[in-house]
Every structure is written in C-alpha cells, then in structure tokens.
C-alpha cells in the first residue's frame, strides 16, 4: 500500500482570493479586486455592477451580453441578455491558467461553484467559477495533467494522471494542495460525497490491465486534512483497466475499458463487486440516477467495426444493458463519439457530450424520441447538472466554462 500525505510539487501556487484571480474575456478582464460579480455589493444597486474596479456601478446585468448576470458572463453567438439571462449559451469563464494552456477536461459542481480541471502537462491547474458566473478562482497551478475532480465539505480532490497521485486543497485555495495518496499508476476519476471519496487508477496504458489497477477510497474524518493514509486495498482488478467512477449511497459505479468492458457495482461497505454489463466496447464514462446506471461507449480510432453508444442498465442488474442512442440514429454525423455524460433526477433526459463531432446532446432516459442537439461547436468535455442548468467544460480553445437552459 503506497500512502503519502506531503507538500504537493508544482511549478507554483495560486493562494488567492475570488477577487484576486482574473480571466481575460475578449477584450476585457474579470474579477479586478473590488469588482462585483453580481451587482448590489461595492455600493452598486441590484442589477448593476462595477466589472473594470473603478468604483462606478457602470454595467447593467441585465442587458449586456458581455456581462450577463454577473461580471464576465457572456452571451455567446450574439445572444441577447435579459434578466433572466443570455437567450442560449452563456461563458461564465475561460483562459485559465492561461489562454495558450486551458484545455479544460472534467468539472463537479458543489454548493452553487463549478470546479474543474486544466492542461494536459506540467502547467495544469484546478479552478472554481461560481454558478452564475463571475471571478474565477485559481486554487492550483502546476499540476501535472489532472483529470478527474470531485468536492465536498472537506475541499477539493483531483487525480493528476502524469504524477500519478490524488490531491487535495481547501474549497477557497488558501492552503498549499497536498499529495493524499502517492501511486505508482496512473489515477483517473475521482468521485466524493461527504463520507468518502474514491479514486480510479490502472496499471499500464490506455484500455490495457494489470497488477495495481484498482478502486481506492479515502475515508472522511472529523478533521482534515489528515494523515491516515488512503486504502489502495479496497478494490483490487488486476484484469481491469478502470477509468471513471459515480456514486451512491451505497455503491460505486466504474467502467472498465480493457477488452472485456465492463461497467461494474462495488459495495461501498465490503468492496464485493457486480458486473452489470460486459463486451462494452471501451466504456469511458459513467453516471447514475436513482435506478439506472448510464455510460458512454467510445471505441478508438475510426476504422473499428466497433459501435459507439450511449447506453443504460439497471442498479441492481436485474434487466440487461440497452442503449439509449447510437451512430445509425444519426445521420448528420460521420464519425461521432460520445465523452463524458451527466443525468439527474430533475428530468427525464441524459446528456453526453460528443468530440467526434462537437456537440452537446440530450435524449430521454429510456430512448424514446430523437437526441437533440443543446449546442454544435467548440471541444465540450465534461459535462453536469446544477438547477435549470447543463454546463460543460470546453477542452480546447481558451478552455471555457459554458451553461445552457435545460
């Protein structure tokens, strides 16, 4: 067992306040200290804001696409700004750490704040950006390509796939983040709620097994950080090739992308584990709902016989996995391929985002109807839900943060 609890090595450290962190937008810049996100905070009234720092209230939230409800938040493809928000995609952020290395990849939302991950090498970074926008703050910089990200009560958790650890900050980046767990794999997804969190890692490269790949989990307790160390026994698959993982109360749900694709259930309480679908081909993502796991399917490469998909399976296995879309249902695209994927129990809809051809799609749970496509364009990556909301991560550009009415 590989445990560890130790100052993080970074090129550098972000230790700031909202106020302090900025993030350049077009023309302009974001979060100048003493700017308001909102309006009616530094003096200005309800629905006007000082966005430049200059102490005058000179924007009206209401109808400035350039900052639509809250400093910074812009209306994308000349949408319109009203009180109740853009009329379609609004950026609530983009360009961290840097506009020439954003590459944002996976995001949570936790308590009205969007967190996400950055950067495919040393230069990566972990930020947070509230719900409706406005400053954004950086709570990590030199992390070593993070990837999967998760939050609770007792801060932030992200794998760094190149330094194949788990780390830890405090929710508003005022701590040094920490190494909780030191691997010698690489560690994929993350996932938390306010008892545990849990980490996926594999043993070799993409989609390949081996001895060391595994479920971890890091039990939460009355005080943290702390120094007991993370249980890299808790599930063990050396035929597995884990990647990321969703929660309940009583199980964790993981894709195994090694040949045999499997997505599994593993009891929280004992680490004894279910199969609930085999001969997937390269499942990737994962989400559940109260009855239902939902994955994606993404074979590599174009010329695979292999189909993509987006599929769903009952908890409790007791009905085989049946998919919810698939390429035949889409003649629009040539060679689509279904990423990360969000549900929740405020509407009957699933919702994946597609790098193939980049777009941000919905279709009901049970497969009825057509998809549709909420938005077409950009590189949308992770994706969730929060309220009336379907937000994602944009993974190349400026590496933007977007939201868009359900």
């Known amino acids: 067992m590989h445990q560890a609890f130790q100052v993080g090595l970074m090129l550098s450290v972000a230790v700031a306040t909202a106020s302090a962190c900025t993030s350049v937008l077009g023309d302009f810049t974001v979060g100048e200290p003493g700017a308001s996100s909102s309006g009616g905070s530094s003096g200005c009234p309800p629905g006007m804001a000082d966005?430049?720092?200059?102490?005058?209230?000179e924007v009206n939230l209401h109808d400035d696409p350039q900052n639509c409800g809250a400093c910074g938040s812009v209306c994308l493809d000349e949408g319109m700004c009203s009180e109740s928000g853009c009329s379609g995609v609004t950026e609530i952020a983009r360009g961290?750490?840097?506009?020439?290395?954003a590459n944002a990849r996976l995001l949570v939302i936790y308590q009205d704040e969007i967190y996400w991950t950055a950067g495919e090498g040393a230069n990566g970074s972990v930020q947070k950006v509230?719900?409706?926008?406005?400053?954004v703050t950086l709570l990590a910089a030199g992390q070593n390509a993070p990837y999967g990200i998760a939050v609770n009560q007792q801060g932030v958790f992200w794998a760094n796939?190149?330094?194949?650890?788990?780390?830890?900050?405090?929710?508003?980046?005022?701590?040094?983040?920490?190494?909780?767990?030191d691997s010698n794999h690489a560690t994929l997804g993350v996932a938390a709620d306010e008892s545990d969190v849990f980490w996926a890692q594999r043993a070799a490269g993409i989609g390949v097994p081996g001895k060391g790949s595994l479920i971890g989990r890091i039990a939460m307790l009355d005080e943290w950080p702390n120094d007991e160390g993370a249980?890299?026994?808790?599930h063990e698959d050396d035929e597995a090739s884990p990647h990321l993982i969703a929660l309940d109360a009583e199980h964790v749900?993981?894709?195994?992308?090694?040949?045999?694709?499997?997505?599994?259930?593993?009891r929280r309480d004992t680490g004894d584990t279910v199969e609930l679908a085999d001969e997937q081909p390269f499942p990737y993502a994962i989400a559940v709902d109260e009855a239902f796991v939902y994955w994606t399917n993404s074979p590599r490469g174009n010329d695979t016989d292999q189909q993509a998909a987006v599929m769903r399976a009952p908890k409790d296995g007791s009905q085989e996995a049946m998919a919810i879309w698939e390429p035949s249902e889409d003649d629009d695209v040539e060679h689509p391929s279904p990423d990360c994927i969000a549900v929740d129990g405020n509407d009957d809809y699933v919702y994946w985002t597609?790098?193939?051809?980049?777009?941000?799609?919905?279709?009901?749970?049970?497969?009825?109807?057509?998809?549709?496509?909420?938005?077409?364009?950009?590189?949308?990556?992770?994706?969730?839900?929060?309220?009336?909301?379907?937000?994602?991560?944009?993974e190349k550009g400026a590496g933007g943060v977007r939201k868009l009415p359900r």
Not at 51 to 57: E, R, V
Not at 96 to 101: A, G, K, L, R, S
Not at 231 to 234: A, L
Request: with cysteine; proline share 6%; net charge negative.
């Open 130 to 135: 509230p719900a409706l926008g406005g400053s």
């Open 253 to 266: 749900y993981w894709v195994d992308r090694s040949a045999r694709g499997t997505v599994n259930r593993t």
């Open 231 to 234: 249980n890299d026994e808790f």
């Open 354 to 394: 597609d790098q193939g051809t980049p777009r941000v799609l919905r279709r009901r749970k049970d497969g009825r109807g057509r998809q549709q496509v909420l938005y077409e364009g950009g590189a949308p990556r992770g994706i969730a839900l929060h309220g009336g909301f379907v937000f994602w991560v944009e």
């Open 161 to 181: 796939l190149n330094d194949t650890n788990v780390m830890w900050v405090d929710r508003e980046g005022q701590e040094t983040p920490k190494v909780i767990y």
């Open 51 to 57: 966005c430049n720092g200059d102490t005058f209230c």
């Open 96 to 101: 961290f750490p840097t506009p020439e290395d």
